[in-house]
């Protein structure tokens, strides 16, 4: 069984910054590609962003490419999801998963391609 953990969410002014964090344990982080998908209220779960298992490829949506970041330390079994320029609009509880049947340069981008989700972080942005 994996387990994924999200934390690193909070409050923040728009324009800031925050940076979610993603742990995924039960194996080997290289064995997953990862991503990260939100869902704000009364909307449904949204794509937004997912790397590749050994961290070779990345994919965005287009409403946060060129202000988010995703990025991986295999080492430290985590995935990373730097958000700069955030806007109301990003609020949202933000979740990270994890596909164990991916190949190695896919960057999955729809839910039902993960296998395993965490219980997702808030992430508040303050007009």
């Known amino acids: 069984q994996v387990q994924v953990v999200e934390s690193g969410g909070g409050l923040v002014q728009a324009g800031g910054s925050l940076r979610l964090s993603c742990a995924a344990s039960?194996?080997?982080?290289?064995?997953?590609?990862m991503g990260w998908f939100r869902q704000a209220p009364g909307k449904e779960r949204e794509f937004v962003a997912a790397?590749?298992?050994?961290?070779?490829?990345?994919y965005y949506a287009d409403s946060v490419k060129g202000r988010f970041t995703i990025s991986r330390d295999n080492a430290k079994n985590t995935v990373y999801l730097q958000m700069n320029s955030l806007n109301p609009e990003d609020t949202a509880v933000y979740y990270c998963?994890?596909?164990?049947?991916?190949?190695?340069?896919?960057?999955?981008?729809?839910?039902?391609?993960?296998?395993?989700w965490g219980q997702g972080t808030q992430v508040t942005v303050s007009s």
């Open positions: 039960g194996r080997t982080a290289s064995s997953y590609a």
């Open positions: 998963a994890a596909d164990a049947h991916s190949r190695l340069l896919a960057t999955p981008t729809y839910p039902y391609e993960y296998d395993y």
């Open positions: 790397i590749s298992k050994r961290g070779i490829r990345t």
